[in-house]
């Protein structure tokens, strides 16, 4: 079955072909649109301008995304198209583009939740599509949540952020350090400095850093968003606030602040808060794998530490490729196949949605 699978719920366009055959999926093409270097001049996402850029983007990417699979229209036996949670007038790009496509060629069509769509990111890797019933984190610009998968399509949310979102919080922070938006990469990289500045190691730094005086400096003290109960909940805006004093607290005392060391800290408290509810919800539900997906699971610190969790647990772990991590298209095609084998079927009455669906 060929899939012609397209994204637009934030600040990429993209449109792909995923085929899929002898129970796996073989990407075609992947064609991604980035707006980055537009928004970088606002320091974050400018709706309108993004709504805008996805007009501009996508009938040309999906010209590029069929060429490159060597496909025409005719060949295509499903489009799929995220649906939501996302930027309202984004997303309508997306889905009325799809359904123009799909109604006037008579293709089936399929709404995927952009959620669903990150988890399904992991269908794609090479050692082939997990087995459900797993547990899934994304974690993105707009969402940090834990899920519990019965089925591709039967996912619900056990855990959330109550307030902000990790990779938000990544490039808020990001950007009162002077790393440019999106600021989730800079701040891997300058964290990963700031680790090896604390223990001397280059390799393994992250271990040792617990014990280093970097670490027991009162002057760097941050809260864990964890919340401390049995919930699988976060609070990333705890967080957050304590860095803005700190980085407030430097500014007065006229102290130059170590960035490196910072940064490992912050990093250090957020990867930590999401591996310790990872690790009590693969207790909670033994023997489901780990899926790890979403724009920050491209963090190196995040997926090395959860890779940890999960051997400790003695479970699998699918890690989709960093070119995976971020919104794109292959990942609405994998979770618009078991939206199809479902007969979750969409017709031209299909509608964008901003608000989350997996409660
Ligand atoms: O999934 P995504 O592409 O878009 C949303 O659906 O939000 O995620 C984008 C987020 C941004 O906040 C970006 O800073 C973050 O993913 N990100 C990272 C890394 N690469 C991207 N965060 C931490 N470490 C990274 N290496
Ligand atoms: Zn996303």
Known sequence: MNILAFESSCDETSASVVVREDDRFTIKSNVIASQVDTHRLYGGVVPEIASRAHIEAISSITYEALKE?????????????????????????????????????????????HIKGHIASAYLIENGVPKPPFIALAA??????????????????????????????????????????????????????????????????YAAYKKSAAYKNPEMTLPSPALRDSSLDFSFSGLKTAAINLLHRYEQKGIELPRALFAARYTFEAVEAVALKIDMALRENPGCDLIVAGGVAANSHLRKRLAE???????????????????????IAAAGYYEYLNGNFAGSDLNASAADSMF
């Not at 489009?79 to 006037?104: C, D, H, M, Q, T």
């Open 140 to 205: 993105s610009g707009g969402h940090t949540a834990i899920y519990k998968a019965e089925s591709y399509t039967d996912i619900k949310m056990i855990g959330t952020t109550r307030d902000d979102a990790i990779g938000e919080s990544f490039d808020k922070i990001g950007r009162m350090i002077g790393i440019p938006y999106p600021a989730g990469r800079g701040f891997d990289e300058l964290s990963r400095l700031g680790f090896i500045e604390a223990t001397g190691k280059d390799e393994d730094f």
């Open 69 to 113: 699979a060597g496909l025409g229209l005719s060949d295509i036996d499903l489009v799929a198209v995220s649906a939501n949670p996302g930027l309202i007038g984004a997303l309508l790009v997306g889905v009325n583009f799809a359904k123009a496509l799909a109604v006037s060629n008579k293709i089936p069509l399929v709404a995927v939740d």
């Open 309 to 331: 969790i999960a051997e400790r647990n003695r479970v699998g772990i699918f890690i989709p490729p960093i070119g995976l991590c971020g919104d794109n298209g292959a990942m």
